[in-house]
Nanobody, 119 residues
Framework: QVQLVESGGGLVQPGGSLRLSCAAS????????MGWYRQAPGKQRELVAA???????NYADSVKGRCTISRDNAKITVNLQMNSLKPEDTAVYYC?????????????WGQGTQVTVSS
């Protein structure tokens, strides 16, 4: 089993910044991808940003240039620095870790943290 603990959500004004952190513990394999997804009311969950244990990153077009994802392999932690936040960034943000496998990967989710961008 894998546990994900998220932190860093909250209320911020438009143009402000937030830093989300996610720490994984439990049965962690050497190869993984960790990322942040978000889900706004009435919308599907979507990828925000992800990073692999090898350092490969992937960003949604909507956050490119405003967000940076980073990792600490030793602590199995990822951080998402979000700048120039917009009201449309308001959502519940979920941390995810994915372990690839030839017989089918495994995915685990955090409990979610609310990010609200409002004046």
């Amino acid at each position: 089993q894998v546990q994900l603990v998220e932190s860093g959500g909250g209320l911020v004004q438009p143009g402000g910044s937030l830093r989300l952190s996610c720490a994984a513990s439990g049965s962690i394999f050497n190869s993984w991808t960790m990322g942040w997804y978000r889900q706004a009311p009435g919308k599907q969950r979507e990828l925000v940003a992800a990073i692999s244990s090898g350092g490969i990153t992937n960003y949604a077009d909507s956050v490119k240039g405003r967000c940076t994802i980073s990792r600490d392999n030793a602590k199995i932690t990822v951080n998402l620095q979000m700048n120039s936040l917009k009201p449309e960034d308001t959502a519940v943000y979920y941390c995810n870790i994915y372990f690839p496998s030839p017989i089918g990967g495994r995915s685990y989710w955090g409990q979610g943290t609310q990010v609200t961008v409002s004046s």
